[in-house]
């Protein structure tokens, strides 16, 4: 009986790195990552894996800040949203060049809806069919979710916001995807 034996591929980064990605493009084998900027200007890697030829390519872009969640949307796999790592900043909508640009356009700034908390975690609807993005904030001492509709004429527009004892244990994605996009089974 012949036996598979797998292969592995690291790609390999000697930046502080926070958060991976898949991005949603049926057609590729393609992720994102990018790093903290702690002691090196920031970056955001495209890694694409050819299984066929078991081959890994990379470009990277330069990034003005670093970042702490990061999240491709499924409507359209050159869009990624992501959140700085200070928390200065509010969560922006990235698109990833097809040129030999060395950074990544800024499409647009979600709105930010309190100076009093830092947008940490960033997540898209599952569905290519929806256009929002959950946006976890915190303090964990009035955590919250605030659901922007990236779909509509003027986009982005905050839809609707969740706050409380809810939004206070937010530490898995499946928690925040139950809480953000399906409100009332939470």
Known sequence: MPSNTGTSHVYGIERHTLCLTALNDPQTNRFALAT???TEPAEIHIVDFDSDDAL?????????????????????PALLVATDSSGNSAPQILKIPEDGSEGMEQIATLPQTSPDYTAHTVVAHPSTHCKDIAVVLLPSSAAGV?????????????????????ARSLHHMEDIEALAFHPTAS
Do not use: C, E, F, M
Not at 59 to 75: E, F, M
């Open 56 to 76: 890994l390519s990379s470009r990277v872009y330069k990034h003005a800040w670093g970042i702490r969640s990061l999240t491709s949307v499924p409507w359209d």
């Open 146 to 166: 605030v659901i922007y509709d990236l779909g509509q004429p003027g986009s982005p527009v905050v839809k609707y916001s969740i706050g409380g004892a809810g």
């Open 36 to 38: 903290l900027g702690i």
